[in-house]
């Protein structure tokens, strides 16, 4: 029922746009996404369930986005469209910054046995990348697109350090934005003016 499963994921989405968490109501969810309540329950178990599966699918969405980034540009174009996600998105700010405010799920981080039948559930129910999951997940896949395994040792670290730079000030704008879009001018000018390990 993956049609189903989205209308529902967005109009969680939606509810919580509008409301905190704790004010979003599965009935409403269910009622805006045109189905019974009976098949949210089906597909995610529980509120908690939704809220994991919402966080992940944000999650998922964000790293989509870094691999796009990465096929239309380099390490600047990935840290735009870091701080660019986390703006759009509170579920990616959080997720990205470990900081989950009143308004927002609040999910473990760890597993939670899963006994749902939707496959989808089940990775929802898998442990949640944690800040440091994202910042080694951002920087590996930089490094594999940037071509670290064609370059000598000495070359692969640099880049990889360069990738861990881009990223972290990518996180540090989250947190504190640039005056105007100047974060991939400030990874520019940082690789840049970094010196070589």
């Known amino acids: 029922m993956p049609a189903a499963r989205e209308s529902l994921l967005d109009a ?11 004010g979003v109501r599965m009935v409403d969810v269910a ?3 045109g189905v019974s309540r009976q ?4 597909e995610f178990g529980s509120k908690e369930g939704l809220a994991r599966a919402l966080v992940r699918r944000e999650a998922d969405a964000y790293l989509a986005g870094v691999d796009r980034a990465l096929r239309e540009g380099g ?3 990935v840290a735009e469209w870091t701080v660019a996600s986390a703006r ?9 910054t470990g900081c989950w405010s009143e308004r927002l799920p609040a999910p473990a981080l760890s597993a939670v046995p899963s006994t749902s039948a939707v496959p989808a559930q089940r990775r ?10 994202f910042l080694a997940a951002v920087r590996d896949r930089s490094l594999a697109a940037l071509g670290a395994a064609d370059t000598p040792a000495t ?5 990889a350090r360069e990738c861990e730079l881009a990223v972290r000030i990518a996180l540090s704008c989250v947190m504190v934005p640039p005056a105007g879009d100047g974060v991939g001018r400030l990874v520019r000018e940082a690789i840049r003016a970094a010196p070589s390990a």
Do not use: C, H, I, K
């Not at 969680?12 to 704790?22: D, Q």
């Open 12 to 22: 969680a989405y939606l509810a919580l746009a509008r409301r905190p968490w704790s």
């Open 31 to 33: 009622a805006v996404a």
């Open 39 to 42: 098949t949210l329950y089906n």
């Open 75 to 77: 390490l600047d174009t």
């Open 88 to 96: 759009r998105s509170p579920l990616v700010r959080a997720a990205l």
């Open 124 to 133: 929802a129910d898998s442990p949640l990348p944690a800040p440091a999951d």
């Open 155 to 159: 070359e692969e670290r640099e880049l």
